[in-house]
């Protein structure tokens, strides 16, 4: 039996005091994730809040990521409409990867087999030229490799080899580098 009251937040530390991150959940709910906003002003908010961003990154509307400074994007990366970064711990975005609509990158997850529901967090990383697809989900502790795709829907909670596409029907398969 879970014993829900005994969970605390020991091991997870979120990298910034509490006024800082009241004024991240400010700005990201108001500026960040608003459709009017330009994708190198989110930029800039992700930089101010101590993200690392490349150049030519494009943030669309209504992403949302939890800890900025727990993030590191490479050059010319797209993160889509709707996108979540549920990082609790790192997420490291390669170079020209395409996180697409509605997807999830989530570091966090609790120990199923502990009574008090501990928390069970790994970094996630996705390498140059991958492809998380609409709707796919990333889960903790898990590698994308080298212009791998991950399909449309599909949830991914173990590392996916370079060059390998794995489909929403848990299969994989190779794909060809792009030309």
């Excluded at 796919?136 to 898990?142: E, F, R």
């Excluded at 991914?156 to 060809?176: F, G, M």
Aim: a positive charge.
């Amino acid at each position: 039996m879970r014993d829900l009251p005994a969970f605390t937040l020991a091991g997870y530390d979120k990298g910034r005091g509490i006024l800082v991150q009241a004024l991240w959940f400010a700005v990201m709910n108001t500026v960040f994730m608003a459709w009017f906003t330009p994708a190198r002003v989110r930029a800039a908010l992700l930089r101010a809040f101590g993200a690392e961003i490349g150049t030519g990154v494009l943030i669309r509307h209504r992403v949302r990521v939890l800890w900025p400074w727990k993030l590191t994007v490479g050059d010319h990366t797209w993160i889509g409409e709707g996108a979540w970064i549920l990082n609790l711990e790192p997420v490291t975005l390669g170079a020209h990867v395409c996180v697409s609509q509605e997807a999830l990158l989530c570091t966090g997850s609790h120990d199923h087999r502990a009574a008090d529901f501990r928390y069970r967090n790994a970094p996630i990383t996705v390498d140059d030229g991958a492809w998380i697809a609409a709707r796919a989900t990333v889960l903790a502790g898990v590698k994308v490799g080298r212009c791998a795709v991950v399909g449309a829907g599909a949830v991914l909670h173990k590392d996916l080899p370079e060059l390998t596409l794995h489909t929403a029907d848990n299969r994989r398969r190779p794909v060809e580098e792009p030309a």
